[in-house]
Each structure stands twice: as C-alpha cells, then as structure tokens.
Nanobody
Framework: VQLVESGGGSVQAGGSLRLSCATS????????MAWFRQAPGKEREGVAN???????DYADSVKGRSTVSQDNAKNTLYLQMNSLKPEDTAMYLC???????????????????WGQGTQVTVS
C-alpha cells in the first residue's frame, strides 16, 4: 500500500493546517491508519489514530487542538490541527497497519507501511 501525505506548510503560531494522507494499492479495502510526527533530534511520536468505531486517540500534546478523521470512500486520512504552536514543528508521517480479521481496526496496531511525510513548520 502506498501512502502520500499532503497539506503541510509554514504557518504562524495560532494558525491551522489540514493534513491529508491518501492511500492506494494494497490487499485490503481499508487499512488502520494513524498520524505520527518526528522533529529533528527527537523520537517519532504518535499523534492520532482512529478505530473502526470512529473513536479517536490523541497524544496529550495535541489533544483539544487536533481532529483526526477518515474518509473510507476516498481511502484518505485527515488531521485538522488548530492553534498550532512552535513545538508542533515536525515532519508529519502517515502510517498504515493491516486490519484485524473481518477488516476491523482496533489497537494495538502494527504499522508496517509509512508515507514520506509532510513538513509542518510553526513560527
């Protein structure tokens, strides 16, 4: 499966961005997906994911400022980020995991597929 992120950019603190991750290919009609980010010199951090019931999980650092959603018809994952802070500056990566039996997505996940990332810079 191929993952292609878009929507990153440079914004001022307090601004908003909407990231997208389009998926294509693969053996499954739907993959379990999540957003991660990695800042220079820091470890990769899980940002948000969403399960088959539509329940989202967020890192404490973005909770209340971000919304993750998934359009299954378009095989696209989104991340709406508001009230951006300089500490949100990072490469944002989309990841995909194979679904469980029956095509369901519930944690824990094993993310085997990664996109190239989209850069978010907040100043």
């Amino acid at each position: 499966v191929q993952l292609v992120e878009s929507g990153g950019g440079s914004v001022q603190a307090g601004g908003s961005l909407r990231l997208s991750c389009a998926t294509s290919g693969g053996s499954y009609s739907r993959y379990c997906m999540a957003w991660f980010r990695q800042a220079p010199g820091k470890e990769r951090e899980g940002v948000a994911n969403i399960d088959s019931d539509g329940i989202a999980d967020y890192a404490d650092s973005v909770k209340g400022r971000s919304t993750v959603s998934q359009d299954n018809a378009k095989n696209t994952l989104y991340l709406q980020m508001n009230s951006l802070k300089p500490e949100d500056t990072a490469m944002y990566l989309c990841a995909a995991a194979r679904p469980r039996s029956g095509g369901y997505c519930y944690p824990p996940y094993e993310f085997n597929y990664w996109g190239q990332g989209t850069q978010v810079t907040v100043s």
